[in-house]
């Protein structure tokens, strides 16, 4: 669904083509909503008021209650949104809950009353700042609660469109609306990248193979002016990236190395590196995964498609930093020609590995693409993959599991990820686990065995960062949900786009004010 997303200081005009209005309410009851005095019919405002003194409606974040106005004004439905303790989280929350509900009115036209408790600033810095958090958030939470999977159809029905107006319920003018555009249009530019990656990792795998995914990335870079390699398998080949090239040599879509580059500070030494794991379709291999469930392995580039994502949004917003992006992208099938269980590779950087199972895949070439980052000069990694089942044994599909060889560098990312409500876990690298890897016949094996399986394969990846900086996260358990839960939908959830997103545009204003 497309969302455009506007602002006005003309509420009148804005009720007036609205088929819908929203209107946020907390826990406590007599509010502007509720008091007969606000921008709604008193008869109306009277009446949503006694629904929320009965405690039908609690204001609780992600409930809503429609009202038909029947007549009261232009608009026929009033949507009565809760927005909870007015944290982000609970406006992003309150934000997907408003735009469902307008999605089942199939209201094209809406408009957003901002009360002003959520206007609450003036000049001072901190307080304008509390603003442009709350309208990302609110931002954040109608773009992602409208970005549905599109169903691949014979008649395939128009996209529908929303358009939703922001319109302050008091006269607002100065910082504060300043603060709140300056959120809403951040909140616009997150939506985007997360609806995007959505899209790239809901699209069946016929119809994304790695060379079709080096081509969305190509048109990526083209919209948004970065610089691209696609490295191909003979490419690959001299450049031995085994890992990547055993993977993918049991298919016959090849597999492909895709490497996008920022450069926003070309002075600065720093680099971040971030990979993303491309398997665009994983049956396992040799290692055959159970039949049952298996369509939901398209989703084996989540890790791609966040990254893609995240460099969506540095494009768009420009921070003075580095960053190099680097995807391999292949699919794990069996074959004549396919891996199998006790071959060794030789990785690209000079590692071998012992392949005691074929679906574990994707710390294969994702040594590769960390490689490949720091020969490119990345100085941090960050990599992200759907890697393992044991994430969710762990963790369910509430968290992103995270390992790392350094504390400060995750905490930096954890804080990012508290700023956009996705949340990481760390676990532990203690020593003990890493024994876990050690081959007979190689460098080291690409499986621990079951115990503590998230851990082990993410110190896999990590022996690829050669000593520097990194984090490993798991997104095994979050990358995809069954029903629809909050912001997230069901299908692919585009989980850590912003999360990377935000972390790297901190980095930027770090540097800028440092």
């Given at each position: 669904m497309g969302v455009e997303l506007h602002?006005?200081?003309?509420?009148?005009?804005?009720?007036?083509?609205?088929?819908?209005?929203?209107?946020?309410?907390?826990?406590?009851?007599?509010?502007?909503?509720?008091?007969?005095?606000?921008?709604?019919?008193?008869?109306?405002?009277?009446?949503?008021?006694?629904?929320?003194?009965?405690?039908?409606?609690?204001?609780?974040?992600?409930?809503?209650?429609?009202?038909?106005?029947?007549?009261?004004?232009?608009?026929?439905?009033v949507v009565l949104a809760g927005i909870g303790d007015g944290t982000a989280d609970a406006l992003r929350q309150a934000g997907a809950a408003a735009a469902k509900a307008c999605k089942q009115l199939k209201t094209e036209n809406i408009c957003v009353l901002i009360g002003p408790e959520l206007l609450k600033g003036g000049a001072e810095k901190d307080a304008e700042e509390a603003v442009r958090l709350r309208a990302q958030a609110l931002a954040e939470g109608f773009m992602l609660g409208a970005a549905a999977r599109v169903p691949q159809r014979r008649e395939q029905p128009e996209e529908p469109k929303l358009r939703v107006v922001f319109a302050p319920a008091e006269p607002a003018a100065g910082p504060s609306a300043e603060?709140?555009?300056?959120?809403?249009?951040?909140?616009?530019?997150?939506?985007?990248?997360?609806?995007?990656?959505?899209?790239?990792?809901?699209?069946?795998?016929?119809?994304l193979t790695p060379e079709m995914l080096a081509l969305e990335a190509e048109a990526l870079a083209n919209?948004?002016?970065?610089?691209?390699?696609?490295?191909?398998?003979?490419?690959?080949?001299?450049?031995?990236?085994?890992?990547l090239l055993g993977v993918g040599q049991g298919s016959a879509n090849p597999p492909r190395m895709i490497v996008l580059h920022y450069e926003g500070a070309p002075d600065a030494k720093e680099k971040l590196g971030l990979v993303?794991?491309?398997?665009?379709?994983?049956?396992?291999?040799?290692?055959?995964?159970?039949?049952?469930?298996?369509?939901?392995?398209i989703s084996d580039m989540a890790g791609a498609a966040a990254v893609l994502g995240a460099m969506r949004v540095i494009a768009q917003a420009k921070p003075a930093v580095n960053v190099v992006a680097v995807i391999p992208a292949a699919e794990n099938m069996p074959s004549d020609r396919a891996l199998?269980?006790?071959?060794?590779?030789?990785?690209?950087?000079?590692?071998?590995?012992?392949?005691?199972?074929?679906?574990?895949?994707?710390?294969?070439?994702?040594?590769?693409?960390?490689?490949?980052?720091?020969?490119?000069?990345?100085?941090?990694?960050?990599?992200?993959?759907?890697?393992?089942?044991?994430?969710?044994v762990a963790l369910g599909d509430v968290a992103t599991g995270a390992v790392t060889n350094d504390d400060a560098f995750l905490a930096e990312l954890?804080?990012?990820?508290?700023?956009?409500?996705?949340?990481?876990?760390?676990?532990?690298?203690?020593?003990?686990?890493?024994?876990?890897?050690?081959?007979?016949?190689?460098?080291?094996?690409?499986?621990?065995?079951?115990?503590?399986?998230?851990?082990?394969?993410?110190?896999f990846i990590g022996e690829f960062a050669d000593g520097l900086p990194w984090i490993h996260l798991d997104i095994g358990?979050?990358?995809?949900?069954?029903?629809?839960?909050?912001?997230?939908?069901?299908?692919?959830?585009?989980?850590?786009?912003?999360?990377?997103?935000?972390?790297?545009?901190?980095?930027?204003?770090?540097?800028t004010t440092a």
């Open positions: 602002y006005t200081s003309g509420l009148e005009e804005a009720l007036e083509s609205a088929g819908t209005a929203v209107v946020f309410a907390g826990p406590e009851a007599g509010e502007a909503a509720g008091k007969g005095d606000g921008p709604l019919p008193p008869a109306l405002a009277e009446a949503i008021g006694r629904f929320r003194t009965s405690g039908l409606f609690k204001g609780e974040a992600g409930g809503t209650q429609t009202f038909p106005t029947l007549g009261t004004m232009k608009a026929g439905y603060a709140f555009q300056a959120g809403m249009r951040r909140g616009r530019m997150f939506g985007e990248a997360v609806a995007y990656a959505r899209r790239l990792t809901n699209l069946p795998g016929n119809m919209e948004f002016e970065l610089d691209i390699e696609v490295i191909d398998e003979w490419t690959a080949a001299e450049l031995e990236m085994g890992g993303g794991k491309g398997i665009t379709f994983d049956t396992g291999g040799i290692s055959l995964k159970r039949a049952d469930g298996m369509e939901e392995m199998k269980p006790g071959d060794v590779l030789k990785t690209m950087s000079g590692r071998t590995v012992e392949v005691v199972n074929t679906d574990a895949e994707g710390r294969l070439v994702l040594a590769d693409g960390l490689t490949t980052a720091i020969r490119r000069g990345a100085t941090r990694l960050i990599d992200v993959a759907t890697l393992t089942g044991a994430v969710m954890i804080e990012a990820s508290r700023r956009t409500g996705e949340r990481i876990w760390q676990l532990p690298s203690w020593p003990e686990y890493r024994k876990q890897l050690e081959s007979d016949a190689a460098d080291l094996k690409n499986s621990g065995g079951r115990h503590a399986g998230t851990i082990t394969g993410g110190l358990g979050t990358a995809w949900m069954f029903k629809d839960r909050g912001w997230d939908m069901k299908g692919a959830t585009g989980v850590m786009t912003r999360t990377l997103a935000e972390y790297v545009l901190q980095l930027g204003a770090a540097r």
